[in-house]
């Protein structure tokens, strides 16, 4: 049984993720038994997919980094900030947890069948982020290379402002890599089944939308879930597609000026 969760690694990664972290992403109905993982062809191409990964990724960063001992929080980091990179770098955390001897084989020690419970937010740091980073910290050289990486930074690196730089990074992190739904609206002038394509990231968005009334954040919600704008105006009392045209416009407007460095 323990052999064939040999190099499933990242899938012990995920197990190990606090309910609350996974309750923020779109793998809430993810299998709690791993043996489902492998052996239904559904589930195993969700495990092996780019959001999976991206999932890991940027769950396990936010685990991290308040253990970096880095200045500020990571999203007032640029994409391109090693720190950013390193605390993103989930394959070499996987390594870590090798090397202290957590393998999948090791936890995934039962039968099928068995459900794996969630564990708490502190469990999850008390019992694997904060022993992995004192492993890490004590087997290699990070303090000294965070201080070169602090006396040598780019402007651009830390800024508790919006930046051009932050704004492209993010754009190309989220659409190109993981091919996840964010905001473009640009496209506002013809109705379209799939408007957003473009600007900026999930947080971004998300922040921005609950700064709108309560209709304009339906309009948008809608629209994400990838209604068109003639349903749209049926599901919110619209006579046609016109008026929530010109409510998109609005938004998009908005948006951009939200967006805009400060």
Do not use: C
């Not at 309560?214 to 008026?243: P, W």
């Amino acid at each position: 049984m323990k052999t064939r969760f040999r190099g499933h690694e990242p899938l012990m990664m995920f197990y190990l993720l606090p309910e609350e972290i996974v309750a923020r992403t779109e793998l809430t109905d993810f299998p709690r038994d791993p043996n489902i993982i492998i052996d239904d062809q559904k589930w195993r191409e969700v495990y092996e997919s780019d959001y999976f990964q991206l999932v890991l990724s940027d769950t396990w960063a936010w685990l991290i980094w308040d253990h970096l001992g880095i200045r500020g929080g990571m999203e007032k980091y640029s994409g391109y900030d090693p720190f950013w990179r390193m605390a993103h770098a989930y394959n070499m955390w996987m390594l870590v947890f090798m090397s202290m001897g957590l393998t999948a084989e090791r936890y995934f020690d039962f039968e099928p069948g068995y459900g794996l419970r969630y564990l708490s937010h502190e469990e999850t740091v008390e019992q694997y982020v904060i022993p992995m980073m004192e492993y890490y910290l004590k087997r290699s050289n990070f303090n000294e290379w965070r201080e070169v990486i602090k006396t040598h930074r780019a402007h651009e690196d830390y800024d508790t402002r919006r930046s051009s730089v932050k704004m492209d990074f993010h754009r190309q992190w989220y659409h190109t890599r993981a091919k996840v739904k964010v905001l473009d609206f640009t496209q506002a002038e013809e109705p379209s089944y799939y408007p957003f394509e473009k600007i900026d990231s999930r947080l971004d968005v998300e922040r921005f939308t609950k700064r709108l009334d309560e209709k304009n954040q339906k309009i948008v919600k809608l629209l994400l879930a990838g209604y068109t704008q003639a349903e749209i105006a049926q599901r919110i009392g619209f006579a046609n597609h016109s008026g929530v045209n010109k409510r998109i416009k609005k938004i998009g407007a908005e948006f951009l000026e939200y967006m805009k460095p400060q």
